[in-house]
């Protein structure tokens, strides 16, 4: 595909967020021959793409969203060969565990949901559990067992990335926040802030790839679609001996637990701290800092000596049937938007070569998930 | 984790040294609610160190100036009856200042209405081949080594680096009976002479400067003025210290030859940056000043931040000594006191017009020596590419200047891409260097920024945080969707 | 006063140094080989006591701390660098550098702020992790 005009500044496409969707996005429809530029206000993947767990796991992926994951897994592992550089996607066992009566039955609900759209899960016994992984609390009643499961350094994805963009011709912006996008038939304006000393990019397409920001940017193409943000508690330990030889989770969803190559455990399961949209992530709660860190050593006992070197904060969105949006923004001629996937970072290399599929005008492989439903459909608990 | 204790505390001062234990008396005296804590067993930061638990002064022995102040100082606190909570760690401050402490019984938490920072500085190594083996030292840890601990570094100690830590602790080294092989200053003897002016309200310290270099000579250890270190290596039990000459930027001159050093410590040491821990996690606005040290908070000359209710005090807030500290923490409590509403605007201009005019000659001879600390550019451009820069992670100058390249262009990209500064000291230790590494290719200090500020503040355990618990104690929020 | 041995261990750490992975552990022996580092011009030490590290026993004073206390038996190194291997040991002795770290019971504190008392039990981060294979 040819770009529309030859003059400077204008491209096929212009993706709109610099996280794993829309670096991936860019990517593919650059290799699709598109002329691409990503744009960011920071750096790329420095929100949520880079602070995340890193968790590739089926265990605590939606359903619905598994054979994607299943595919984005498969791409993460490949990292080196299609970004050139890895982000160390490490393939090991996922537990999901269950210490309660309560949470054996959520084992099983979820183990069938998922093993329903191709999940390789098993309910197993604790006693094959502990075989697998020796280090898990005496108490286990049961637990869901994935052999395709892992994890990634997420704080790794933006140097990927950038990398695999530049060696593809897509141009970088960075530290560049959009300000308005002026959209007709003749294409799209995009405009950076007055004081910013940018000229505006004319582009025939926009991809809109904003996480949690997505809400904001549909409303300068005067739609309203609320994206709910979680602020997401993440701790990380200093190395330790290895405790640890697989991805844990807990049931009820309240816990990941990986350690890495280099021996530090990352805790996350998706405690709230304090923040919003407008200011990030501003402060961690205390009483939900103890409740991860008390499930975590529950989980591994020989956690409990481990030092705490870093936690921080990180912002996922989330839509009002937890489902992604991922295609036509509703309304606004050759305008895409994806993002808000949930467990975004462990499908979002996938949804961003369907996205890219789908703007090239190739049948996704597969189904994309209309932002249109999303219309009046009111958040719950608003 | 225990309850805040909300209203308890008017103002919590972290630090005791001397400008976090004259705030806290001087807050006291307004009539405040304070409460004062340090990590250390009791008052008195790294200047003014009081003795091991055990230790007693020899009788007959004439104790130093510091010891003296110190000990004044320790009495002072206990004779106001100052509430406070030693051998407490600071883990975590809310935006609310709620302050989260860790000390020997575990976890507590207190609410004050306003927190006074005087955390004092870290010493800065600029790295070089050899300097993470062990027996490489700090030069403000041979300090604490001597002083406090009455220990020698080794036999026979190399001292280096720059500032006026250099010519104290050779004399330190002397006095103990102990040898130096060197001490070698990155300034030049015209770089000294230009900080005379501001001695000139200290004889005694201009006297015991000249004693200093003239015990040296007496001992016969040679005092190379614009030498830096260019490798320290293995030699059986100790090292081979490979010395060269420097230029004003602490470049090293490349005709010059250089000469070899056998010792077996070697106590090294480039200058004083502020800590700014609790100030960069709660997002406090800060400026780079180099003659004061580094990053430092962009306060008010009484020490008000950015964040109301939150200030800082004493070389934490830029580098002015420690004669200084002392007024310059009385000037944040008077005008804590002023803002809380407890003090009345002409009680608080009186005060702080007296200790404006008591801090301002010892800050200037404070800032002078700071002038003779500061970063020196051509010593950080020399660290070799094999060089770890970041301890903790082991992450070297090639790494960091790849990041660049590459296109990282701040700390926290460069954090992110190498992993330096993510290891437990939390950039403690490297963050001034790397941020001149990665300041080169990204056109200055302001561009490159700092490492954001995250809790813990110190590392603490699971262990201590979670406490005693079942898991019926975990509070569960909803479970995740299906 | 002691020597130091080294002794190889199985663990499969890279190492820039030697290629091999060494410990080292404090052995008695007949001669002092580490010098006199104490200094009681103008103090008089606490009680004289011994602690244990690494199951060998330190001789030192009352309220000294742990990283002072074995870097004047000789013992400079405390642990290694995680990617490189390389020895490190006590360096800015004011609880900031983390270089210092050692196990006390369940905590892992930095030596430097950990003062010896009667009955310390310390262990280097490395022989720890040895013990619990």
Not at chain 3, 21 to 41: E, G, I
Request: hydrophobic content about 45%; aromatic content about 6%.
């Amino acid at each position: 595909m040819s770009a529309t005009s030859h003059s400077p500044g204008a491209y096929d496409a212009v993706v709109i967020g610099g996280g794993v969707m829309g670096c991936s996005t860019a990517l593919h429809l650059a290799q699709g021959g598109m002329r691409v530029a990503v744009v960011d206000r920071g750096p790329l993947c420095r929100e949520a793409s880079g602070v995340n767990a890193g968790t590739l796991t089926l265990h605590m992926t939606r359903a619905a969203l598994v054979p994607y994951a299943m595919r984005a897994w498969q791409m993460w592992m490949d990292a080196e060969k299609w970004l050139g550089m890895g982000v160390l996607a490490t393939r090991v066992p996922g537990l999901t565990l269950a210490f309660t009566e309560a949470e054996c039955e959520l084992v099983e609900l979820r183990a069938q949901a998922r093993r329903a759209f191709g999940a390789p899960i098993e309910v197993i016994t604790p006693a094959r559990a502990r075989e697998i992984e020796p280090g898990v609390h005496p108490s286990l009643l049961k637990a869901g067992y994935c052999e395709i499961d892992g994890f990634a350094s997420a704080y790794l994805t933006g140097r990927a990335f950038r990398h695999a963009l530049v060696r593809a011709g897509v141009d970088v912006i960075e530290n560049a926040a959009v300000a308005s996008i002026d959209s007709g038939d003749a294409g799209h304006v995009v405009r950076f802030g007055d004081d910013s000393g940018r000229a505006p990019l004319r582009a025939a397409r926009i991809v809109l790839a904003g996480g949690v920001w997505i809400e904001n940017m549909l409303a300068w193409l005067g739609v309203r679609i609320p994206i709910k943000v979680l602020i997401n508690q993440l701790i990380v330990t200093e190395r330790i001996r290895p405790v640890m030889r697989t991805v844990l989770s807990v049931a009820n969803g309240l816990l990941s637990l990986k350690q890495f190559a280099n021996g530090t455990v990352l805790i996350g399961g998706g405690w709230q701290g304090e923040g919003d949209r407008e200011r990030g992530g501003l402060e961690a709660r205390p009483q939900n800092l103890v409740g991860n860190m008390r499930l975590a050593a529950y989980a591994v006992p020989a956690l409990a000596e481990a030092r705490i070197a870093r936690i921080w904060l990180g912002l996922e969105a989330e839509t009002a049937d937890a489902m992604p949006i991922i295609g036509d923004v509703p309304g606004v001629p050759r305008a895409y938007v994806v993002g808000s996937a949930h467990s975004g970072y462990t499908s979002g290399p996938f949804m961003g070569r369907i996205m890219a599929q789908h703007i090239l005008g190739q049948q996704p492989e597969l189904p994309l998930f209309d932002p249109a439903r999303l219309l009046g459909m009111p958040m719950p608990g608003a | 984790m225990v309850e805040a204790q909300p209203g308890a505390v008017d103002l919590l001062v972290i630090g005791a040294g001397p400008a976090g234990a004259r705030a806290a008396l001087r807050a006291q005296a307004c009539g405040l609610g304070v409460l004062l804590v340090d990590e250390n067993p009791d008052a008195g930061g790294q200047v003014w160190r009081p003795l091991p638990p055990g230790f007693a002064r020899a009788a007959g022995v004439q104790p130093s100036t510091e010891a003296v102040q110190g000990d004044a100082l320790r009495a002072e606190l206990r004779g106001a009856g100052v509430r406070c909570l030693f051998g407490h760690k600071v883990w975590n401050v809310g935006r609310s200042l709620r302050t989260d402490l860790i000390g020997p019984d575990g976890v507590c938490s207190w609410q004050p209405r306003a927190l006074l920072v005087a955390t004092g500085t870290t010493e800065r190594v600029i790295p070089f081949p050899g300097w993470t083996l062990p027996g490489v030292i700090g030069l403000a840890a041979a300090t604490v080594l001597l002083k406090s601990q009455n220990m020698l570094p080794g036999r026979r100690t190399l001292v280096a680096g720059s500032g006026p830590l250099l010519l104290a602790v050779a004399n330190g080294i002397l006095k103990a009976g102990g040898e130096v092989a060197a001490v070698l200053d990155l300034a030049s003897r015209a770089d000294w002479l230009r900080t005379l002016p501001s001695l000139a309200a200290r004889p005694d310290l201009l006297w015991q400067g000249a004693r200093w270099q003239l015990a040296l000579r007496k001992a016969g250890v040679p005092l190379l003025y614009r030498h830096g270190i260019a490798s320290a290596e293995v030699l059986g039990d100790g090292f081979r210290i490979r010395a060269r000459q420097v230029d004003a930027s602490g470049a090293p001159i490349a005709s010059a030859s250089s000469s070899d050093f056998e010792a077996d410590a070697l106590a090294v040491g480039h200058g004083l940056v502020p800590g700014t821990d609790v100030t960069r996690l709660l997002r406090v606005r800060h400026r780079y000043e180099a003659s004061h040290g580094g990053w430092i908070a962009d306060a008010d000359a009484e020490g008000r931040t950015s964040v109301a209710g939150l200030y800082v005090a004493g070389d934490g807030a830029g580098i002015a000594g420690a004669a200084a500290a002392g007024a310059h923490g009385e000037l944040a409590a008077v005008a804590c006191a002023f803002d809380l509403g407890r003090l009345s605007a002409q009680d608080h201009a009186r005060a702080r017009d007296r200790l404006f005019a008591e801090w301002r000659r010892p800050a200037r001879f404070g800032r002078a020596m700071a002038g003779l600390m500061a970063l020196r550019d051509g010593a950080v451009a020399a660290i070799p590419a094999a060089t770890v820069v970041c301890r903790c992670e082991d992450v070297t100058r090639s790494e960091i200047d790849a990041a660049a390249r590459d296109g990282a262009r701040d700390m926290n990209q460069l954090k992110a891409w190498t992993r330096c500064g993510m290891g437990p000291c939390q950039g403690r230790t490297c963050g001034d260097v790397a941020g001149a590494l990665l300041a080169a290719h990204v056109g200055g200090r302001e561009a490159a920024g700092c490492f954001t500020g995250r809790a813990p503040l110190r590392p603490v355990s699971l262990a201590e945080v979670a406490g005693d618990y079942t898991y019926a104690d975990i509070p569960i929020p909803k479970a995740a969707p299906l | 006063m002691y020597t130091i041995n080294s002794e190889r261990s199985s663990s499969s750490m890279r190492s820039l140094f030697d290629g091999s992975q060494d410990f080292f552990l404090m052995t008695p022996s007949p001669s002092s080989a580490a010098p006199v580092l104490r200094a009681d011009q103008s103090v008089r030490r606490g009680p004289a006591l011994r602690f244990l590290a690494d199951g060998c026993s330190v001789d030192a004073f009352e309220g000294e701390s742990v990283a002072a206390a074995l870097f004047a038996a000789g013992r400079r190194e405390l642990r290694r660098s995680p990617r490189d291997g390389a020895p490190r040991g006590m360096f800015c002795l004011m609880g900031s550098c983390q270089e210092c770290l050692v196990w006390v019971g369940s905590r892992k504190l930095p030596a430097c702020q950990v003062p010896v008392t009667p009955g310390l039990e310390i262990e280097t981060l490395d022989f720890r992790e040895q013990r619990l294979g």
